[in-house]
């Protein structure tokens, strides 16, 4: 019997809802596998300001770390916007990966066949499904560049830096290139090498750091052409490697083609198999102890969690074919409810998960 512990930060509004069901189907898993997962409960974000005072407890982060893996569902909310910017429920999510040390974030943007009405885009162009996976550097790039104020040319003027080092670079490209060995061995790095210099280091980093692996295909786009591609021709991507900030902006693109926003998962990954796994979609508190949240992006995110933490392809591949299963059988929370479904709420829509599994 394989076992693994398990942090567990639920956070706020929907973010407690939407775990608890990613915690049973878990169960499920363990039940089928003979494996034990060990959770441990631990508070960040606005809870924990209302419980602690500060939005990432100390005691949160040691747990967080001595853990096997992390998962969370979601922080913040209207009631905590008049907290001190140093201590918004958001910053625990930046305190978390810079105290677990997770450079890279995994974001997958997955079509389902039985939402393909909901996608944006010409039928023909998505006909039979898609499946990308961004990996976005996390930690480095303008976001956390040298910035601040300054007198111009033409008056008072902000500034910006965009700086990568070789060691940040090659450490973001290692991951997507284990990335792409898991999937089809195709592997897209978008940069704007035609302008930025930081961009030309990504680029010659990544060409070097393909050497070690001969079986995958890296090819390189700029990030104005990637935009477009993804609209034009979105099947045509497997892996697609970027910075800080190129990956912010390409893969809410890309999770609004899916159509299903609310269904998507993620991963924040480091060095090594450690990692914090969380749906994409935010806290919700209007719907909040409603019944009404779509658990499923917090539960395809345990299935990440499996793959990328545990190694537990089979056992990932299980959650992923119940929720299919699932959906084709028509079962629908109210963000994706159309005529003719199913309408169930969060803790049903868990439920029928967690039997899909067990069959």
Not at 64 to 93: F, H, I, Q, Y
Not at 195 to 213: A, F, H, N, P
Not at 271 to 278: F, I, K, P, R, S
Request: with cysteine; charged share 25%.
């Amino acid at each position: 019997m394989a076992e693994f512990n398990i942090a567990v930060v639920a956070g706020d509004g929907i973010g407690p809802e939407v775990t608890g069901e990613a915690v049973k189907v878990l169960e499920k898993i363990g039940e089928k596998f003979n494996h034990k997962f060990n959770f441990t409960y631990v508070k960040a974000g606005g809870c924990a300001i209302d419980e602690f005072g500060k939005c990432l407890p100390e005691e949160t982060l040691e747990v967080c770390k001595k853990s096997d893996s992390v998962m969370l569902g979601a922080v913040g909310g209207p009631k905590w916007d008049n907290v001190e910017g140093a201590n918004r429920p958001e910053k625990a999510l930046l305190g978390l990966r810079e105290g677990l040390g997770l450079f890279t974030n995994l974001r997958p943007a997955t079509m389902h066949k039985a939402l393909a009405d909901a996608c944006p885009l010409k039928p023909e162009i998505v006909e039979g499904g898609l499946d990308i996976m961004i990996v976005r550097e996390l930690t480095g790039g303008i976001y956390f560049g040298d910035r601040g104020y300054r007198q111009g040319k033409y008056g008072e003027e902000a500034y910006d830096t965009e700086a990568y080092s070789e060691t940040e670079v090659k450490r973001i490209a290692k991951n997507a290139f284990e990335v792409a060995m898991q999937r089809n061995k195709n592997l897209v790095s978008v940069d704007k090498a035609n302008v930025l210099e930081s961009s030309r280091l990504w680029r010659k980093t990544v060409d070097e750091m393909s050497k070690d692996y001969p079986e995958v295909k890296v090819s390189h786009m700029y990030v104005d052409n990637a935009a477009m591609q993804l609209v034009r021709n979105p099947k045509q991507f497997d892996v697609i490697v970027t910075s800080n900030m190129f990956g912010d902006i390409l893969s809410d693109e890309a999770s609004m083609i899916t159509g299903s926003i609310g269904l998507l998962p993620s991963a924040s990954m480091g060095a090594g198999t450690l990692g914090m796994y969380e749906p994409i979609h935010g806290s919700a508190p209007d719907i909040a102890g409603q019944n009404k949240a779509n658990p499923i992006a917090a539960i395809l995110s345990a299935a990440m969690m499996l793959k990328y933490s545990f190694k537990l392809d089979k056992e990932a591949e299980a959650i992923e074919n119940a929720v299919t299963e699932v959906l084709e059988a028509g079962y629908r929370t109210p963000d994706i409810m159309s005529e003719g479904m199913k309408a169930v709420g969060t803790i049903e829509m868990g439920e029928v998960i967690a039997n899909a599994i067990m069959k």
